[in-house]
Every structure is written in C-alpha cells, then in structure tokens.
C-alpha cells in the first residue's frame, strides 16, 4: 500500500491540504477529512480509504459551494442542485450535500416557499395563481406549494387587489367605465387572481362619470378615432366607424350621439 511521504497546506486555500503519496501529489482534501482519517506522514493508505475521502472530501466541496451560494439569499432545493450540477459535481455527491443542507438547516423548501410567497405579495402585489408559477419553476414540490399557499387568504387577496383596482381607476379616469373594468380585470389575471375574486375588487370602485367627464372623455377618444378613419372614409361612413368604436368602448348612445351632433356642426 503507498505510504503518505508528505503534507502540505495549501498555499490558495490555507483550509485544504495537498497529499503526497510515494513522494508524488496524489489529493488534495478539507482540513476536516485530514482530521477525520488522522492523515498523517507515513502512515499507509489503501485503495479503498483513499476512494472513500475522494468522495467525502467532494461532498465537502459541493457543501461550502452551495453554502456559498446560499449566503446571498434562500434558495429552493431544486437551485441549488441545479448550481452543483453545473459546478459538474456528481449526483451522489450533490445528494449527500444536499442532505447536509437539510440536517443543517441551511435548506427548507416549505420556509423558502413562504418567504418567497410574501415577497411576492408585498413587493408585486400577485395572486396566488402567479406565485404557484414561480414556485414551479423554483422546483417546489406540488404538496409544498399547495400547503404554502393555502395560507394565503382570501380577505389578504380581495385587500391587494382592491388596491391595484383603485390605483388602476385614479391613473386611467380618462377612459369610461368599461375600459376601466377591463383594464384592471387584464392586470388582475396577469398578477394571478381569479376570476370571482378580481369581480369583488371591481365592485367597490366608483366607475360612474358625470356629463362633463363624458364630454371631455369622448372628445378625446371620438376626435382620436375621426382622425384614424377620416383618411379613407367621410360622411355616413366615417360617422358610422366613429360610432361602432365609441359603442365598443363603452361610451353611453347618447353620449356618442351628442359628439357626433357637435362634429356634424364642426364640419358645416
């Protein structure tokens, strides 16, 4: 069996040390597997021991890799095996890391699950739909994900919703009632709400205008539109164009009636 003939520290890494066997560098291990196998100058080693602290001494690698990775902030299991993946460590080395992690509690996929869903409520304001997408891609498991989110309440949902609803209405007052509605039903879906919910976000807003806001909205949309068709069509035509998607936007018939009236006056 080769006989260990010299040790020395490693001059990057003061941690590890580099053994020589037979008067050749063999390995380098961690300062805990030296300890641990009482590595020392001359003692004999077999095949079999020195496979066995190859192995410990890359799981020990793939541990501080991943400890490193984890110091910025949480990750989900599954982000970290895919980093130890591509630092090419091995599956049964990123396993026993891994599993380290876990008795260290350096890793926990249901407390990351739930910071990551209060992040995402409090910075983005997402339903759960959304969140249980970025959860996905995390790598949670589908139990974990369901557990997590069951915590998130519906009174919590209906409050940030309501509040995108109404930031929503104040910047687009401009519009009328329908493409408001629309406006924050799009927004809602896309922040991962559901249907029921975005309808009881919608139903405390005040959407209504009076006479001088529909004069001053329809004046701005209809002139818009007169404009966009005016190049190809005129009269009874153009009227009729202006009119379609004034009623498509949700203007009152009367409303439109009366712009059309004043443009009619305009033109003569």
């Known amino acids: 069996m080769p006989i260990i003939t010299k040790i020395t520290q490693g001059k990057n890494n003061p941690e590890r040390y580099n053994i020589f066997l037979e008067e050749k560098f063999a390995f380098s291990v961690d300062e805990t597997v030296l300890v641990r196998y009482q590595l020392t100058k001359g003692k004999e080693l077999d095949q079999w021991t020195i496979e066995e602290m190859n192995f410990e001494d890359e799981i020990r690698k793939a541990f501080n890799k991943a400890l490193d990775f ?9 982000e970290v095996r895919q980093k130890l993946k591509d630092k090419e460590f091995g599956e049964a080395v990123i396993d026993e890391a891994i599993k380290k992690l876990y008795e260290l509690n350096f890793l926990d996929d249901r ?3 739930e910071a990551l869903m209060r992040t995402q409520m409090r910075s983005s304001k997402k339903g759960p739909k959304a969140i249980q997408q970025d959860m996905q891609k995390k790598g949670i498991d589908k139990q974990v994900q369901k557990d997590v989110l069951a915590s998130y309440s519906e009174e919590e949902q209906l409050e940030l919703a309501k509040e995108m609803a109404e930031k929503i209405a104040d910047k687009e ?3 009328t009632p329908r ?9 809602l879906l896309r922040k991962g709400y559901s249907y029921s919910l975005i309808k009881l976000a919608i139903a405390d807003l005040d959407l209504e205008k009076d006479e001088d806001q529909w004069t001053d909205i329809v004046a701005a949309q209809g002139d818009k539109l007169w404009r966009k068709h005016s190049g190809k069509l005129t009269g009874y035509d153009l009227k009729s164009k202006v009119k379609q998607g004034l009623y498509q936007k949700g203007f009152p018939a009367e409303v439109i009636n009366e712009y059309l009236e004043k443009k009619e006056n305009e033109d003569e």
């Open 70 to 78: 984890l110091s910025f902030r949480m990750r989900s299991e599954n």
């Open 111 to 113: 407390a990351f699950s």
């Open 173 to 175: 007052k401009t519009k």
């Open 179 to 187: 493409q408001i509605e629309q406006k924050i039903s799009d927004t």
